[in-house]
């Protein structure tokens, strides 16, 4: 037990006027007197509240003087400093200036910034790039959102209400994703090679786009130098001298089978076919997962959009007369939804306004549709064409095991079992077939987290992340999932005892994994959350993702969210002006 009166002592502070950094600081937080005590200790507690000060403190917003690209807008007010980061073996980072116009930063208001590791399994850095790209995107700041649904602010005075700040300057932000009728993982930007305004990635240097395709078809170095000059891209284009670049894009492309295949590259270097050239390799179509997401988000905010999800169902894998191959398992005519909202029956340069479906052929990912038919639910239309034949799909996936090699997007290991369990508790998606899959994806569950923990006995408690060799947002991820199955799949499988333990040590391995910084705030270790469809190009890590997902688990582990009936969330409270608390809300 511990001395209250021990705890007392010097625990408080004053809060400050515009920061929540001072108004968290040194915070005292004891036990609250709810039936959730045995759970919500001070240490918890203050990890749940030090998590929603450090993704307030990371949100992108014009912040006074020249901070980190991190946290501090490059665009607006008087601007952030230009930096990059460097990776260094056992998860250490540097962040060092840059110099030059070509290597500007940009980032966007109310995001989160995440990070794209090119040729990640090249170079061993815990899957990590030498040095990564920040990344402003749809779906990297609508999964930090999420989380923050849990907790209710609006008890507190109108300044300091500050996880409604986040939601609404990072709904503004998602607002600007929209292209057309639906959502895109990037923003619209202005074309490079081609007239035609493409989405994107901020910070991604065109001319380096070039010089790497054009190595990855280029047998020898003057045929590449030639290519580089014929494009009008000199060394002062790029973040190397071309001979130094050439040998080390060479070093990292050789014997990799999950790249774009060289014709695909010859096809959108070739100004016949493509006269957008490099732009289309980044200019994607609308998608499924992130308008779902959007969807979503908007439903929580009470501003639903239906028009999103009948989008939704006008692109589903019925007659068609091409394949991916990559989605076999599925089999034909499945019935579900498709990642890419673009008709691909039509020329694959035909329509560069609505996006290039990389490889001109769609195809269909089990989490993209665990996402669908969780948006779905929650609105209330099941009715759409395509929901039954989704919840088919993911519940045979978890039956005969598919997962993760059917997120042809995610080679994070635990985002399958976190998709699919949180479509079933919070959607809810009930049907049979759900029903039926759930206790053999919450058994296998448990099955890996042990295996893991014999094989890693300094890591009891965690949840291995696949081809992520972190384990933070793997177990974060993997937690919740257990908890939204819930406690009544446990027991109908006999495996109650087995279940707690399971949370128990994941919530345990998450506290002790935490990162405590200066006055009070928390997060975890970027995690791996998404790849290009070719996996061995890019990868993308973010740390407010893996403290966002964290936070989420141990905020449902702190309310017993495994029981269908009691409390679903947090509210936020002041106590005696000066101290931060959280009381649990029922629905």
Known sequence: MVNRSRDRLGKTCRMGASCLSGLLAGVFLTSCATPHRDRLS??????????????????????????????????VGDGARQTATIHLPGGAALEIPTVGKSRAVHNEVGSWVSEIHLFPSRIPLEGRAMVSTPDANLFNTAFVLFPCFFFDDSGLEEPARFVSRMRHLG???????????????????????????????????????????EAHRQPDYPAYRQALRSAGISGHDLPLPP?????????????????????????????????????AFFNIPNDADDTAAMAMLLQLSGQPDPRLLTRLSQFRDTGRDREDGRDSWKGKDSGAFLTWLADETRPTFGNVTEGVIPLGVNNVDVIVNANVIHAIALAGRRDLPGYHEAVRLVARCAMERHWPAAGLYYPQMMIFPYAAARAWREGPVREAPMAEAMPKLLHDLLDQQETFGRSHPLKQGAFPGGEDPTEALSTALGLAALLNLGEDTARALGEEHRYQVACDRAAAYLMRSARRHLRG?????????????????????????????AMEALAKYALHYEHEKGPSRFRIVMESGKTLRLRPMMP
């Open 243 to 279: 001979l130094p670049l050439w040998s080390l894009l060479q070093l990292q492309t050789i014997s990799r089978s999950r790249l774009p295949p060289v014709d695909w590259v010859e096809k959108c270097l070739d100004p016949a076919q493509n006269p957008t050239g490099v732009d």
């Open 42 to 75: 001070p240490k918890l507690e203050s990890t749940l509240l030090g998590a929603l000060q450090w993704l307030d403190d990371h949100q992108i917003r014009d912040r006074p003087g020249h901070g980190s690209p991190s946290r501090d807008a490059t665009d």
């Open 171 to 213: 709904l503004e932000n998602l607002r600007s994703y929209q292209r057309g009728a639906a959502y895109n993982f990037w923003r619209v930007l202005p074309g490079w090679e081609g007239a035609q305004r493409r989405s994107g990635p901020l910070n991604v240097p065109m001319p380096l786009l070039r010089a790497t395709a």
């Open 521 to 549: 705030s928390v997060s975890w270790e970027s995690g791996l959350f998404f790849s290009s469809s070719f996996q061995d190009l890019a990868h993308w890590r973010s740390e407010a993702f893996s403290t966002a997902v």
